[in-house]
T-cell receptor, first 110, second 112 residues
């Protein structure tokens, strides 16, 4: 069974640009969560989707958004990038009782 | 406010020695409790979880953790550490798996 797949793995953007990150969950998993990991703030919850609906949202500005498609694949978008958005963005899918994480997308904002 | 504290930022042990990583939490009810491990450049892997029942839970790779309600703790233990255990360890709590609060992590270094 394939794991959680995140693309791209690495990307570099400049301030003011926007970025879209993709996450393909494990087959059969309908819940997808996103986390931001930085050295200063650690792991912080961004949002969680289930059956194309956002069920939970963390304390991030509106520049951070996401969506989930009917096949459970999810995307997150960050607009008007700031230097502080440089981070490892982790996606996780779950069926019940356990989160399975992808390897992350490392975003560098210059 | 809900929070997780991992008091030890960095721990160094010798291979074969025992290990205990501390985790304390603040939560309104009895939460779901998790320990994850992250190797450099990798995502997080679940070591073990506690939902209810027996307060001593066994996980993968020889790890175990004990839930102590009176101390609001969920410490991770391993009787004999292997060099491959060197990684960063995260404790997490949540009402379920939909929205977890993570601790700041403990980096484990293992000397031969």
């Amino acid at each position: 069974k394939a794991g959680v797949t995140q693309t791209p793995r690495y990307l570099i953007k400049t301030r003011g640009q926007q970025v879209t990150l993709s996450c393909s969950p494990i087959s059969g998993h309908r819940s997808v969560s996103w986390y931001q990991q930085t050295p200063g703030q650690g792991l912080q919850f961004l949002f969680e989707y289930f059956s194309e609906t956002q069920r939970n949202k963390g304390n991030f500005p509106g520049r951070f958004s996401g969506r989930q498609f009917s096949n459970s694949r999810s995307e997150m978008n960050v607009s008007t990038l700031e230097l502080g958005d440089s981070a490892l963005y982790l996606c996780a899918s779950s069926f019940t009782g356990e989160l399975f994480f992808g390897e992350g997308s490392r975003l560098t904002v210059l | 406010a809900q929070s997780v504290t991992q008091p030890d930022i960095h721990i160094t042990v010798s291979e074969g020695a025992s290990l205990e990583l501390r985790c304390n939490y603040s939560y309104g009810a009895t939460p779901y409790l998790f320990w994850y491990v992250q190797s450099p450049g990798q995502g997080l892997q679940l070591l073990l979880k506690y939902f209810s029942g027996d307060t001593l839970v066994q996980g993968i790779k020889g790890f175990e953790a004990e839930f102590k309600r009176s101390q609001s703790s969920f410490n991770l233990r391993k009787p004999s550490v292997h060099w491959s255990d060197a990684a960063e360890y995260f404790c997490a709590v949540g009402e379920n798996t939909d929205k977890l609060i993570f601790g700041t992590g403990t980096r484990l270094q293992v000397f031969p």
